[in-house]
């Protein structure tokens, strides 16, 4: 009897001594001790979290995984887009890096309006003129420069492996190809390897880039020079010549990502750091915790009609500030400072009424149908010292402008869109703006990204992020307020459905069944008008637990994301 429970004592501990460092329970993502990515490709996240365990840090994750996911999820992932990047390091120290594109040199104000000067209809979103100058590598060269431990080679290696080997479509990537393929076949000269002629992909097809391997192996052996100039600069002017767009070389060797100090306020016994201008995101954000700390939101509940219906009410007033505003801050006086004043916005907030929304003649309804091309790319990473890396990356529109470069294999970003190309007309984002954010050349169109960290009583807490245009800021906000104030795992956070407004159109996103019918009077009995869309945002965030374990949260109901660790 003794030996049996001996055995049993043995198989037990067997069992638990053979237990990986990641795990996941109910309720909670992906468990870590040492490190984890969380992004929207589980190959991408894997890349990353390889990374951690040969000894790299968070930075090195970082550039790994972008990479990656430049082959694996091209529909967001890039080498020609932006990319903004928040850091916390393990000693609190904390900074941000800017790689938004930029207009080209040739660009001017009414580039996109035709002789009476109406918008020409999708130029800023299809083809060679909706391009920016793009600026993710050189922030991932500068980020790598200043943290990366281990070498730049072999931080870029994994996804030359990738786009030479080739890798499984998911659904969702068969899907999102065969919906791109008759706008790849309009915009560009020549046939795309993507565009596939006897079937439509099917989820499994295997897919190789070798094109965007040669592209990749010039950035390992070059580094910046080795997109920036070279061959691949040549390949994207010849490009540009061909579909005539305007970005030279001169435009590429001239592109520098800005190291920018990130803006940061006090939420309760939190500290929300987050990306300052270009991004509208980090401001916007901040002023609306500033606005939610004088709200019982944790008594009313997440998706209550008086939390619902206040929390739009600051949305709406904080997209109006946007729209006015939030543009480069090298080229515009960008308020911030203004914005985020709490007596500002305590006033801005007073008139928010409790039982009806704010009429106001200067609300005009919108015509946004859809916002379902709004691909850009979030991830998260810490690692085992604890510093912490939230980055987002986008092309724009799914695929960008959908110009693949010929011989270079990957696509062009469609950014100019996120300029005003016209003063009070809406973009593909029903996002209006003005002056601020008025196309001049060489300055960087205004960003909704939103990479943000969280730090609670001077420790890391969480890292958060989202793709989704101008959903992305409220995406952020609402999966922070559902742990910070509805006390919410990571993942229940990231699960929990969500809402929209910003300003113009006047109207609630609502996700399809987020609400019972009854919420759904009381919010129209206040005057709002509400709009049901399938999906708000694809979050992949990490929380760090109070026994210093960290919960990886992928957006597991809204894409193919992952939370890996170790
Ligand atoms: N293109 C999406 C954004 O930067 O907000």
Same mark, same amino acid.
């Given at each position: #009897? ?113 002789? +009476? ?108 020079? =080795? ?54 995101? =980090? ?5 609306? #915790? ?12 997440? *998706? ?6 206040? /929390? ?15 543009? +480069?801050? +090298?080229?515009?006086?960008?308020? @911030? ?13 007073? @008139? ?30 810490? +690692?085992?010292? =604890?510093?912490?890396?939230? $980055? ?47 196309? $001049?050349?060489?300055?960087? #169109? ?33 999966? /922070? *307020? ?7 795992? /990571? ?73 890996? =660790?170790?």
């Amino acid at each position: #009897m003794r030996n049996q429970f001996y055995l049993f004592f043995l198989l037990v501990l067997f069992i638990f001594s053979c237990q990986p460092t990641a795990q996941k329970t109910a309720n909670r993502g992906t468990l870590a001790k040492n490190g984890l990515v969380s992004s929207s490709h589980p190959l991408a996240s894997e890349v990353g979290v390889n990374i951690l365990k040969k000894g790299g840090n968070a930075a090195d994750a970082t550039v790994a995984t972008f990479f990656a996911l430049s082959v694996v999820y091209p529909v967001a992932g890039n080498i020609a887009g932006s990319a903004f990047v928040v850091y916390r390091l393990k000693d609190g120290q904390i900074g941000s890096i800017d790689g938004r594109e930029k207009a080209p040199a040739k660009a001017h104000r009414d580039m996109f309006l035709d002789k +009476d000067g109406n918008v020409i209809k999708d130029l800023s979103l299809l083809g060679h003129l909706a391009v920016g100058v793009p600026g993710s590598v050189d922030a991932m060269v500068e980020m790598h420069k200043k943290f990366g431990k281990l070498a730049w080679k072999d931080v870029i290696q994994p996804a030359i492996e990738l786009a030479n080997n080739g890798f499984k479509l998911t659904k969702r990537e068969a899907e999102s190809l065969n919906r791109a393929k008759e706008q790849f076949k309009k915009i560009n000269s020549y046939s795309l390897h993507v565009v596939r002629e006897d079937r439509s992909w099917q989820e499994g097809d295997l897919i190789f880039y070798k094109d965007l391997a040669k592209a990749l192996e010039r950035i390992r052996d070059s580094g910046r020079d =080795g997109f920036y100039k070279g061959e691949t600069a040549e390949l994207i002017a010849k490009e540009m010549e061909k579909g005539k767009g305007i970005i030279t070389k001169e435009d590429l060797a001239n592109y520098k990502a800005v190291w920018r100090t990130p803006v940061t306020t006090a939420y309760k016994d939190c500290k929300i750091i987050s990306m300052p201008p270009p991004s509208s995101g =980090g401001i916007a954000l901040l002023q609306l #915790m500033q606005g939610s700390e004088n709200y019982p939101f944790t008594k009313w509940g997440q *998706l209550n009609s008086q939390t619902i219906h206040t /929390m739009t009410e600051l949305e709406r007033r904080v997209y109006a500030d946007r729209a006015t505003h939030l543009g +480069d801050p +090298d080229f515009y006086k960008v308020p @911030s400072e203004m914005l985020l004043n709490p007596e500002y916005n305590k006033k801005r907030n007073a @008139s928010i009424s409790p039982v009806q929304k704010t009429l106001s003649s200067a609300i005009k309804e919108g015509n946004v149908k859809s916002i379902e091309s709004v691909e850009t790319t979030h991830f998260s990473v810490v +690692d085992k010292e =604890g510093n912490a890396f939230s $980055i987002t990356t986008t092309l724009n529109s799914y695929f960008g402008s959908k110009v693949m470069v010929e011989g270079g294999g990957f696509f062009l970003n469609n950014e100019m869109d996120d300029f005003s190309v016209k003063a009070g007309v809406a973009n593909q984002f029903g996002a209006i703006g003005g002056e601020a954010n008025a196309i $001049i050349a060489n300055k960087r #169109m205004l960003s909704s990204m939103t990479p943000t960290i969280v730090e609670k009583n001077g420790k890391l807490l969480m890292v958060v992020g989202s793709p989704g245009g101008t959903t992305i800021i409220t995406t952020v906000y609402q999966v /922070m *307020l559902n742990v910070l104030a509805h006390k919410m795992t /990571m993942q229940e956070a990231v699960n929990a459905k969500r809402f929209h407004h910003q300003w113009q159109p006047d109207i609630i996103l609502m996700e399809k069944g987020a609400i019972p019918d009854s919420v759904k009077t009381r919010l129209q009995n206040m005057g709002h008008i509400i709009s049901e869309i399938g999906g708000l945002g694809k979050v992949d965030a990490i929380l760090r637990l109070p026994n210093g374990m960290y919960e990886g949260a992928s957006d597991l109901n809204r894409s193919d994301g992952a939370a890996l =660790g170790y």
